[in-house]
T-cell receptor, first 115, second 113 residues
């Protein structure tokens, strides 16, 4: 199984809603990533978890709250978002080996629209 | 100056053409250089990666890195309509238990049958 799955595929939410994005992998990867991608732009790193611990937070606003409940699951909790947060949210996972390139496998993304 | 720069295109070529995609970068600490392909409404997938300077070939794809010029290229031979996608160069400086990858803005490629 070399797949990263993300749910939901699409999400429309109001600025006062609370919602969550979910990512799952069963490749035994111990590093998991959240990226944000706007149209015709490259993915921008938001968070990295390594061995279920938050290793990187790229100064992301607190209205985005990541959670890694176990080595296969990664969540992104959303609250009080702004319309400019509308984007494709990509999850990726990789092995967590030091001293070598760890290929990141990406999921298909969740397309988020904030009204 | 942006950390990684890439001609956004769009680039349109006839089937069978040789395609050249290029990126320049400013951070001399980058050691690993990658090319990702992203189809519409899909996540990126890693095509090739190279370490330091040199060439690497994989089928119809050749990646080149010139660290002295801070310039990388991806060549696609005998291009096919299925190669139509956005190509993102990406770079990484640190090899810890996770990789912080910096992406270029991407080049949109269309291969016309």
């Amino acid at each position: 199984d070399t797949e990263v799955t993300q749910t939901p595929k699409h999400l429309v939410m109001g600025m006062t809603n609370k919602k969550s994005l979910k990512c799952e992998q069963h490749m035994g990867h111990r590093a998991m990533y959240w990226y944000k991608q706007k149209a015709k732009k490259p993915p921008e790193l938001m968070f990295v978890y390594s061995y279920e611990k938050l290793s990187i937070n790229e100064s992301v606003p607190s209205r985005f709250s990541p959670e890694c409940p176990n080595s296969s699951l990664l969540n992104l909790h959303l609250h009080a978002l702004q319309p400019e947060d509308s984007a494709l949210y990509l999850c990726a996972s990789s092995h967590a080996s030091s001293g070598r390139l760890n290929e990141q496998f990406f999921g298909p993304g969740t397309r988020l629209t904030v009204l | 100056q942006k950390e990684v720069e890439q001609d956004p295109g769009p680039l349109s070529v006839p089937e069978g053409a040789i395609v050249s995609l290029n990126c320049t970068y400013s951070n001399s600490a980058f050691q690993y250089f990658m090319w990702y392909r992203q189809y519409s409404r899909k996540g990126p997938e890693l095509l090739m990666y190279t370490y330091s300077s040199g060439n690497k070939e994989d089928g119809r794809f050749t990646a080149q890195v010139d660290k002295s010029s801070k310039y990388i290229s991806l060549f696609i031979r005998d291009s096919q309509p299925s190669d139509s996608a956005t190509y993102l160069c990406a770079m990484s400086a640190y090899l810890t238990s996770y990789d912080k990858v910096i992406f270029g803005p991407g080049t949109s490629l269309s291969v016309i049958p």
